[in-house]
């Protein structure tokens, strides 16, 4: 609660580059606590604010903010499509009855159009209570934004399941990415779930890329971010 208060949240952002082009299409942003003896890492108090409740403002103000710097960075460096912003919904949020309404008017005080930006669901939260995921994420659907499943191959749902939701994207869990190079198993698992997902229409993001030899890989697997 200080650290609000005193402004010590900062919003990050990390860059989403295609890998067919090599250019930066877009970014996720991601709220970093700075403290003046050092930095709170989000392991430590992203579950302790998402419990008592205090990732609900964390969020929203993460949202502002980044909509807000990323309608400078469109007018400063213009592309087709534009670039576009990701941000992670939390469990916390995702039970909000009024989820749908809370970020439509973040976005509409933003001045950013929706289209521009991708609400990220974790795989586990969409799955947890399947038929009211699908209420949940056509409301935020309808606002005109795109849906992720993020963290894609850890939980326990399977694509058949998730053609149910309004998804536009799934995000490969970076724990398959970061040993695809090094495992043949884990480099198996990854080519199916992008073949898998590109069938539907999908698109597809590889979280974590570290090295050259696993852009290599993922890029001769079609086109992903």
């Known amino acids: 609660r200080k650290a609000l208060d005193l402004g010590e ?28 003896n050092g930095v709170v890492q989000p392991n430590d108090f992203i579950p302790v604010a998402n419990e008592t409740g205090m990732i609900l403002t964390i969020n929203r103000e993460l949202l502002l903010v980044a909509c807000q710097q990323l309608r400078k960075w469109q007018e400063h460096f213009p592309s087709e499509p534009p670039l576009f912003l990701s941000v992670n919904v939390s469990p916390r949020q995702f039970i909000q ?31 947890a209570d399947a038929e009211r995921s699908a209420v949940v994420l056509s409301e935020l ?33 970076r724990a398959f990415v970061s040993s695809m190079d090094s495992d043949e198993e884990t480099r ?11 069938n539907p229409g999908l698109k597809v993001v590889a979280e974590g890329i570290e090295t050259q030899a696993q852009v290599d890989l993922l890029r001769d697997l079609g086109r992903i971010r």
């Open 188 to 198: 198996e698992i990854v080519r199916i779930i992008v073949m898998l997902a590109h």
């Open 141 to 173: 659907k309808a606002l005109g934004v795109h849906l992720d499943i993020d963290d894609f191959g850890t939980g326990y749902s399977s694509l058949s399941r998730l053609q149910r939701f309004p998804v536009d994207t799934l995000k490969i869990d």
């Open 9 to 36: 949240f900062q919003v990050y952002y990390q860059p989403i580059v295609c890998l067919h082009t090599g250019l930066i299409v877009g970014f996720e942003a991601l709220s970093r606590w700075h403290q003046p």
């Open 97 to 127: 009855p009024d989820l749908a309404t809370q970020i439509g008017r973040v976005i509409e005080q933003a001045g950013m159009d929706p289209a521009c930006v991708n609400l990220e669901i974790t795989e586990t939260i969409a799955m």
